[in-house]
């Protein structure tokens, strides 16, 4: 007997993907149509670009955020991290513009250096990222606190402030562009070149079976203590855009390392590693802000900032984890 | 069964447990006597711990009967089994290292007077139990912790005995004792008899079952093949029973004497935690297979030659050099390729695409040396050479079969063009097309001038595939064969009834 075999048709439904992107766009898609039905103005090129560049800030932490925890780990203490580099920036440069530069450096340094103490702590010395990082983010605070009596003294130059808070102007089409959402684009570019390499691919098969990763000759501790390198480059960044928006306060990186989890996750990044996007973590932070911007045309309360947050973390990874636990 | 026997206290009838579509047990018969001890014995994967486990209340059998003290019985879960007076003692204990022995033998039901914990009713009702079963040395009020192993067993035994148990299970209870404690024990189980308790024994170690055991049965995937008085029976047809069958399946030629070549890798009294004394050669070219029970040291090995856990002592030559295997990485830059047994634990990185679980060790040791593309290509044509079927280069691994996993966990191991491949049961859990194409392309890899080493606790493969085979028990080795040896021989050298031959 002869059975004649049908064949599969080349058509092909877009599947969702767990840790695709797809689902946050939607979202994205949503929040924007509701914004546009409230506040069409916001949409125009001048305050969508300024919304961006106010945007870069949680965006990039979003995407430190996401190197630790796609392999495996938390970093809590990015937010007491910007603090810290706010009121050492507005210290050491003390309006001399001249010393713009050096400080610069000097946070690139200081924040990778704090990430690879993190990093360090977490993978050699066997301490949960949780533990390593929240120690981490007291004792930035409280070294801050000692360091500057209680009140941050100096003040950022004009050079130093200008990435945060000057644009280009003039630009066709787009009008003023703010040079922090050049920083954004520029870093968003290398991070995701970053994880289509070799380091990224391996960051994430860290993430999502170290024993493997390790019985195949990865590092996975230089690995992970990489990934909080990242974290720590990225709060510093974010740092000089910050405080040169909004200026130096012991308040400038409050709640940041939140904002950033509740960001990654919202973007389908797994807690625990191991699948995800830095593409999505990105969007998820361009969300939660453009959620944010929309409570406040619907005149809802700031103060239900975290409340929200929170409600976003835990239905992520609710969802997340029932799906997953499903197939 | 012969009706002069006292009512039976257990009684398994047509017991049957599927996994996944997998047959784990079918219509399994047997009975334990108050005061019996019966002794369930058999290879790797014949089913004992299943048994057990379905006995224990662990898992509820598919089909058959669970009769327990002349009624039937459905329990619903471990408690359930404990209440109604089943215990089990495992291998791997259940205490709690930083209680005392009252507190871990009362756990979850402490004599309560006014509401609260009676101290001092908990000591005295463990010392008595304690005293009841001849363990008079050991105090109620002692860590846990602070105990040695057969101690601490003690310590298990009295706990399912304050639940009043009328039968015990014990799986393994000497795999983790010293040659002094087992005396111990073999005490211990004859005042445990003498109260009229059942005891049902698992063991590979045959001499324990005859000192032991009153009956025995012998279990061979997933059936029963017999029960046997202990004293109408030898060790030698014990063995027959166990591995009895038909070498059926096909299997690929076997290197020829020219096709071996050098001693590639050469083990001279190396050891570790785990071993001790091994001396082993792997030449190139030829296929060595390793046997033994699960736990004599067969996997250590593979890890300490990856080093996973290197040797601490003794001596390491690879092509005649003395080499030191400190890490995977080390071991991987010699040469060397390890293929785990545990394939969803150590082996995939199951949320990664095909493509990148191929890459990940090219990526991680070789990065810098290979161009990304040129290797991406490699990778791609390996991954077709060794036939992973209906999958994507983008696909999540996990939602492939054992057997293509496995193909893609060797595709990355292929890419380093490794030298020495340790295989560790490379074809547990896989289905027979991609057994059958696994052992082709290991022999392949042989005849084109690797050393493998092949770890397997599936008998007919081990004599099928291998040149020559290493036979390990408790850390060492017991013996080599060579091609062409019997199932009976390999099983005698891994429990141990024939003395291993003098070097």
């Known amino acids: 007997m002869q059975t004649v075999q049908p064949r599969s048709l080349p058509l092909r439904l877009p599947r969702v993907r767990p840790g695709g992107v797809l689902p946050i766009l939607v979202i994205l898609a949503v929040l924007l149509v509701l914004v546009g039905i409230r506040q069409p103005d916001f949409l125009a090129p001048p305050s969508l670009m300024s919304f961006l560049g106010r945007s870069a800030p949680i965006i990039l932490l979003a995407a430190g955020q996401y190197f630790v925890i796609v392999s495996g780990e938390f970093d809590l203490s990015v937010g007491s991290l910007v603090t810290a580099q706010v009121v050492v920036a507005a210290r050491l440069i003390d309006s001399d513009p001249a010393r713009t530069w050096p400080v610069v450096l000097l946070l690139l340094a200081f924040g990778a250096l704090v990430g690879l103490v993190n990093g360090l702590i977490t993978t050699r010395l066997r301490v949960p990222s949780f533990i390593t990082t929240l120690g981490m983010f007291l ?189 | 069964m012969s009706d002069s026997r006292p009512v039976p206290l257990l009684t398994l009838r047509g017991i049957g447990k599927s996994f996944l579509g997998v047959r784990v047990l079918d219509g399994v018969d047997l009975d334990v006597a108050p005061g019996e001890v019966h002794a369930v014995v058999g ?120 639940l009043d148990a009328r039968l015990l299970i014990m799986d393994e209870p000497t795999a983790a004792l010293a040659d002094h404690e087992v005396e111990l024990l073999y005490g211990l189980v004859r005042r445990l008899q003498e109260r009229g308790i059942g005891l049902l024994y698992v063991s590979h170690r045959l001499a324990e079952v005859f000192d032991l055991s009153g009956r025995i049965t012998v279990l061979k995937d997933g059936r029963r093949v017999t029960t046997v008085d202990t004293a109408d029976t030898t060790a030698d047809e014990l063995v027959r029973h166990m591995v009895g069958r038909e070498l059926s399946s096909y299997y690929p030629d076997r290197a020829a004497p020219e096709d071996r070549g050098p001693v590639r890798l050469n083990l001279r009294d190396a050891g570790n935690r785990k071993l001790r004394d091994v001396n082993l050669q792997l030449r190139a070219g030829e296929v060595l297979g390793i046997g033994g029970l699960q736990g004599s040291g067969r996997s250590a090995l593979a890890r300490a030659i990856f080093g996973v856990s290197p040797f601490t002592t003794g001596d390491v030559t690879l092509d005649d050099r003395p080499v030191r295997l400190r890490s995977p990485r080390t071991a991987m830059r010699a040469g060397i390729a390890y293929v785990t047994e545990d394939r969803k634990g150590e082996g995939i990185v199951p949320r990664q695409s095909v ?63 490794p030298r020495i491949l340790l295989f560790d049961e490379p074809t547990r859990g896989i289905d027979v097309g991609a057994k059958s194409a696994i052992h082709d392309l290991v022999r392949r890899l042989a005849r084109d001038g690797a050393a493998v080493l092949m770890i397997s606790s599936d008998l007919p493969e081990l004599l099928g595939m291998s040149d020559r085979i290493v036979v390990m028990r408790d850390g060492h080795v017991a013996g080599e064969l060579p091609a062409g040896a019997t199932e009976e021989e390999v099983v005698a050298l891994a429990v141990g009834t024939v003395r291993e031959p003098v070097q």
């Open chain 1, 139 to 327: 004792i930035l605070v409280g070294a801050v606190y000692l360091w500057s009596d209680g009140a941050p003294k100096g003040g950022l130059s004009e050079e130093f402030r200008r990435f945060g808070r000057r644009a280009f102007e003039d630009v066709p089409l787009l009008g003023r562009v703010p040079y922090a959402l050049l920083v954004l684009v520029v870093l968003a570019v290398a991070a995701v070149l970053l994880m289509r390499s070799d380091f990224g691919r391996t960051l994430v098969a860290v993430g999502d079976n170290p024993r493997t990763a390790e019985l195949s000759g990865v590092r996975v501790w230089r690995t992970r203590t990489f990934a909080f390198i990242l974290s720590g480059l990225a709060a510093a960044v974010a740092a000089i855009l910050l405080g040169g928006y909004s200026g130096v306060s012991f308040q400038a990186g409050a709640g940041l390392e939140f904002g950033a989890i509740t960001a990654v996750v919202l973007g389908g990044v797994a807690l625990g590693g191991g699948r995800g996007a830095v593409v999505g973590a990105m969007l998820g932070a361009l969300t939660l802000e453009l959620l944010f911007a929309l409570m406040n045309f619907y005149g809802v309360s700031g103060a239900l900032r975290s409340t929200v947050q929170g409600g976003i973390i835990l239905l992520a990874v609710a969802v997340s984890a029932t799906r997953s636990s499903s197939r």
């Open chain 2, 355 to 417: 493509l990148d679980n191929a890459l990940l060790a090219s990526r991680a040791v070789f990065a810098a040396r290979s161009g990304r593309a040129a290797r991406t290509v490699r990778v791609r044509e390996l991954l077709a050479a060794v036939e992973v079927r209906g999958a994507g280069d983008d696909q999540e691994i996990r939602f492939l079969s054992g057997g293509n996993q496995q193909k893609v966990v060797l595709a990355r191991w292929l890419a380093l063009n």
């Open chain 2, 43 to 162: 290879e790797n994967g014949a089913g004992k711990s299943t048994l057990m486990k379905i006995v224990s209340g662990g898992y509820a059998p598919d089909g058959g009967t669970v009769e327990f003290a002349g009624a039937t019985r459905t329990f619903r879960g471990p408690r359930d089994a404990q209440r109604a007076g089943i215990g089990i003692i495992h291998q791997e204990f259940n205490l709690l290292p930083e209680r005392t022995v009252a507190e871990n033998v009362y756990l979850g039901h402490e004599p309560v007077r006014r509401g609260l914990v009676d101290r001092r009713e908990m000591l005295d009702r463990t010392t008595r139990l304690l005293a009841s079963i001849g363990e008079t040395t050991l105090p109620a009020d002692a860590r846990v912790g602070q105990l040695g192993v057969a101690q601490q067993q003690v310590v298990e035994i009295a706990k399912a005995l304050a």
